[in-house]
């Protein structure tokens, strides 16, 4: 497990070599691996990295997604006008997710954050179009951002569900043929979809319709991950504690381990995680590997310590389970959600009152919408297509957070324009009840 170097000349902030070398890999040899990022992006880099040496590509990526990106702001400001049918609310979305720092943030490097998150909104933006009556290619227009977006994305896989039985029920409460509407939606799915389902299964000889597993091997394979999963189970983020700090000296009792007491089980105490920080610290391998675009530096281990770590881990997971369930199903939860909502990219802009500022747009925006789609519930209870609004924010939440333990908070990036419509709801909603007015629906 390493850390990649910022390839000299990119513009980006940051650098993920993984969503690009399988594209790379493929240029050059016909085959598409590492298999481990689905190909949505590729459809935009692959013809920049055949035209182009692979700096400029990159640079140009991410001139593509600032330029997307400022097109979604206007057709989610759109999205915004067709909920609530006035002008003032087109301005307010618009202007508010302009200076959102937190999703333009992901402009400024090559990633999948921005582009996920522009081709959700126009998913979405033509999904509202085709159930209010617009033409019937606005289901095809929807399905092809859906899945566009999913194959750079595949935890959202099961939003063509939820798409699917907003569209059905839509679509039966206005006396309309159901068929043809769903046919023309899932159309560019089925077709991507199957195309990449029978490509896995010659591949794998099973049927896989995203990856054939959500962890990367650069991860999977190492330490790093054993030490996740332990972290997870009982709430803590990713690398949440530095196990590389702890030396064997005659002091180690000085030193303060972070590990909350409700952790502990028969099977470990705090001595015992010291002991296997120490064996951490003794067995890790650190060295460079030079790259096309730069140096990446590695740390790893024997296969034989690798298989105690992992022993090791799976035990203290295990005995963790079985006696303190609580910690693991809920407390764990829990924690991972406060991780998963906390800030951390902020903190580095060069005016501390920016970070400020830009820290509490983000926390406002995500109090106000959560009450936002507390107020939305009615739309819920009666399945009616608006409700996909408020279900993207919490399905993001719930899918990474609570099922899959991830605690980042860049997961929630793609979800955050619809938390801002969420927001505006609520304030329109306060606005009526402020000035009595007979309704607060819009």
């Given at each position: 497990m390493g850390m990649v170097v910022i390839p000299k000349g990119v513009w980006g902030i940051c650098y993920d070599e993984t969503y690009f070398d399988c594209i790379t890999n493929f240029i050059k040899s016909g085959i598409y691996i590492p298999d481990e990022r689905m190909p949505g992006l590729g459809v935009i880099y692959l013809p920049l990295e055949l035209l182009f040496s692979k700096v400029i590509a990159l640079n140009i990526f991410i001139i593509l997604q600032i330029v997307l990106s400022a097109v979604s702001a206007y057709v989610l400001a759109l999205i915004s006008k067709l909920l609530f049918k006035k002008d003032i609310f087109f301005y307010t979305t618009f202007y508010i997710?302009?200076?959102?720092?937190?999703?333009?943030?992901?402009?400024?490097?090559?990633?999948?954050?921005?582009?996920?998150?522009?081709?959700?909104?126009?998913?979405?933006?033509?999904?509202?179009?085709?159930?209010?009556?617009?033409?019937?290619?606005?289901?095809?227009?929807?399905?092809?951002?859906?899945?566009?977006?999913?194959?750079?994305?595949?935890?959202?896989?099961?939003?063509?569900?939820?798409?699917?039985?907003?569209?059905?029920?839509?679509?039966?409460?206005?006396?309309?043929?159901?068929?043809?509407?769903l046919f023309l939606f899932l159309l560019p799915i089925t077709i991507v979809e199957g195309a990449w389902i029978i490509r896995n299964y010659m591949r794998y000889h099973k049927v896989i319709p995203t990856l054939n597993s959500i962890y990367l091997s650069n991860c999977r394979d190492t330490y790093r991950f054993q030490i996740w999963q332990f972290e997870k189970a009982w709430g803590k983020e990713e690398w949440g504690i530095d196990w590389l700090t702890e030396k064997d000296t005659s002091d180690i009792r000085k030193e303060k381990v972070p590990f909350p007491n409700y952790i502990y089980t028969s099977k470990y105490n705090e001595d015992s995680l010291r002991s296997f920080k120490i064996f951490l610290n003794k067995s890790i391998i650190r060295y460079q590997v030079q790259k096309d675009l730069g140096k990446a530096y590695i740390d790893t281990m024997s296969k034989e310590n690798l298989e105690i770590v992992q022993a090791k881990c799976n035990t203290?997971?295990?005995?963790?389970?079985?006696?303190?369930?609580?910690?693991?199903?809920?407390?764990?939860?829990?924690?991972?959600?406060?991780?998963?909502?906390?800030?951390?990219?902020?903190?580095?802009?060069?005016?501390?009152?920016?970070?400020?500022?830009?820290?509490?747009?983000?926390?406002?925006?995500?109090?106000?919408?959560?009450?936002?789609?507390?107020?939305?519930?009615?739309?819920?209870f009666s399945l009616s297509y608006l409700a996909l609004i408020p279900i993207l924010p919490l399905y993001s939440v719930f899918i990474h957070a609570i099922i899959l333990r991830l605690s980042q908070s860049r997961y929630f990036v793609p979800s955050y324009p619809f938390m801002i419509i969420c927001a505006i709801y609520a304030l329109y909603w306060l606005y009526c009840k402020a000035n009595n007015r007979s309704t607060a629906k819009v």
């Open positions: 997710y302009l200076i959102c720092a937190f999703t333009a943030i992901s402009n400024s490097y090559p990633g999948s954050e921005s582009f996920a998150t522009s081709i959700l909104i126009f998913a979405v933006y033509y999904y509202i179009l085709a159930l209010e009556g617009h033409k019937k290619s606005n289901f095809i227009l929807s399905g092809t951002f859906l899945i566009w977006m999913i194959f750079i994305r595949p935890a959202h896989f099961p939003l063509i569900l939820v798409f699917a039985v907003l569209i059905t029920v839509q679509l039966i409460k206005n006396k309309q043929k159901v068929l043809p509407a203290y997971i295990e005995s963790l389970k079985n006696e303190r369930p609580f910690v693991y199903y809920v407390t764990s939860r829990w924690g991972i959600l406060k991780h998963f909502f906390k800030l951390d990219m902020f903190g580095n802009f060069q005016e501390y009152y920016l970070g400020v500022i830009c820290a509490g747009l983000y926390y406002s925006i995500i109090f106000i919408g959560f009450i936002g789609i507390i107020l939305m519930a009615g739309y819920f």
